[in-house]
């Protein structure tokens, strides 16, 4: 049985000393919800990262894409690299999404695309078991090496076939990775995986992966 958006928002995320505009995607009977951490220069308005959260939502999943920054912020480009910044929201958000009515039930995942795969590795390691599962497409997960082997969730590591920097600063990633960690290469697709039908299989992996490991315990 295929699900459908219950309800689809576009919301102002207040974590204290500003606020973080977002879009919601509540699922029926929605198995659990998937923060998305975009890359640098990208925002809530990613088309690759809501192409992935429309088919997730058939498959059951919530998901909340929302700026890592204010418009203010991004337009110092350092701060699109800042990885304790961009976790420390991502900390604040997920705490959020805790305590929000709609959401306070559902178990959390992580998605971060490219350099925003680091700060959702960290933000993980400082959620503990807060976080369910983690996936990474065409990520920097090297950019978090320190924290690495503290990341105790699973975590899936998706990678395009012809990223040939990126696919061994993901292996280094996986050797340092304690908890269960899987790659998957994909043939066929450069960095943004723009090419035909590679999108549509990261969305694929990455419902499996979270239909596997998104669960409370």
């Given amino acids: 049985?295929?699900?459908i958006?219950?309800?689809y928002k576009e919301i102002e995320i207040d974590i204290g000393d500003i606020g973080l505009r977002g879009n919601l995607r509540l699922a029926d009977n929605s198995k659990g919800i998937i923060l998305f951490s975009h890359g640098s220069g990208s925002s809530r308005l990613s088309v690759r990262n809501n192409y992935v959260a429309s088919l997730l939502v058939e498959q059951g999943f919530s998901s909340l894409l929302f700026d890592l920054l204010t418009a203010k912020e991004d337009m110092i480009y350092k701060n699109r690299f800042d990885i304790e910044l961009l976790t420390?929201?991502?900390?604040?958000?997920?705490?959020?999404?805790?305590?929000?009515?709609?959401t306070k039930e559902m178990p959390i995942g992580y998605f971060g695309a490219s350099t925003g795969a680091a700060s959702a590795l960290s933000a993980a390691a400082k959620m503990g078991k807060n976080i369910k599962a983690i996936v990474s497409r065409g990520g920097r997960p090297d950019l978090a090496l320190p924290i690495l082997k503290d990341i105790k969730i699973p975590t899936l590591l998706i990678v395009g076939g012809k990223d040939d920097v990126v696919i061994e600063l993901n292996k280094?990633?996986?050797?340092?990775?304690?908890?269960?960690?899987?790659?998957?290469?994909?043939?066929?697709?450069?960095?943004?995986?723009s090419e035909e039908g590679k999108l549509e299989t990261v969305s694929k992996l990455t419902a499996e992966w979270f239909d596997k490991y998104l669960?409370?315990?």
């Avoid at 960690?181 to 943004?192: D, F, M, P």
């Fill in 172 to 193: 280094k990633a996986k050797d340092a990775i304690e908890g269960v960690c899987e790659l998957k290469i994909i043939e066929g697709a450069t960095h943004l995986f």
């Fill in 215 to 217: 669960k409370n315990s």
């Fill in 1 to 3: 049985m295929v699900n």
């Fill in 5 to 7: 958006v219950q309800s």
């Fill in 88 to 102: 420390e929201r991502l900390v604040k958000v997920t705490n959020w999404v805790i305590k929000y009515g709609k």
